[in-house]
């Protein structure tokens, strides 16, 4: 009962620094999204993905990349990791049931800290 | 405007209150409508699908007024572990853009 994975779940950086987070999901959905959550913000979008091989900007993508080479992964990149992209990362995937209904599922997040 | 606001919070209730959220958005083409449950330092989890008629689970009412672009839930009873932030969620492209509200957080005390 994998569901949808994220790795690492804690990370610490120097600013400029670059990394990678992963998010794996082994339900065969169709879309992807990153976001991040900082307090008194809410979730905001910075990328998503509606299928293998296709990405697209969210609400706050500035400093980020993502790929989405295979269907069940989708990476999220900083390649000069600054303080203001201190928060928790919570990857998503999503399935339109039979009902027409949306149901969006979660990762258990990333906290990182920009130092 | 944000496009999803919601009751800025916190509550705090005593045990076996009755609390209502309130949650308004912005884009009249809206689609779909949530409520997700955050626990402390966890991922937001599906407590409730709103509908158009108004949905009941348990001790958990959620009504949608799509004139007034408003959304409620109401919580009876509540225990103490209903303490947690509530998401306001809305679809307005669907499979492309969950937008959440900034959250609410309740306390229930003993």
């Known amino acids: 009962n994998a569901g949808v994975t994220q790795t690492p779940k804690f990370r610490v950086l120097k600013t400029g620094q670059s990394m990678t987070l992963l998010c794996a999901q082994d339900?065969?959905?169709?879309?992807m999204y990153w976001y991040r959550q900082d307090p008194g913000m809410g979730l905001r979008l910075i990328h998503y993905s509606v299928g293998e091989g296709t990405t697209a900007k969210g609400e706050v993508p500035d400093g980020y990349n993502v790929s989405r080479l295979k269907k069940q992964n989708f990476l999220l990149g900083l390649e000069s990791a600054a303080p203001s992209q201190t928060s928790v990362y919570f990857c998503?995937?999503?399935?339109?049931?039979?009902?027409?209904?949306?149901?969006?599922?979660f990762g258990s997040g990333t906290q990182l800290s920009v130092l | 405007r944000k496009e999803v606001e919601q009751d800025p919070g916190p509550f705090n209730v005593p045990e076996g209150a009755t609390v209502a959220f309130n949650c308004t958005y912005s884009n009249s083409a809206s689609q779909s409508f949530f409520w997700y449950r955050q626990d402390c330092r966890k991922e937001p989890k599906l407590l409730m699908s709103v509908y158009s008629s108004g949905n009941e689970d348990g001790r958990f009412t959620a009504q949608l007024n799509r004139a007034s672009q408003y959304i409620s839930l109401l919580i009876r009873d509540s225990k103490l572990s209903d303490s947690a932030t509530y998401l306001c969620v809305v679809i307005w492209n669907y499979g492309q853009n969950f937008v959440f509200g900034p959250g609410t957080r309740l306390s229930v005390l003993p």
């Open positions: 339900m065969n959905h169709e879309y």
């Open positions: 998503a995937s999503s399935y339109t049931q039979p009902t027409g209904e949306e149901k969006l599922f």
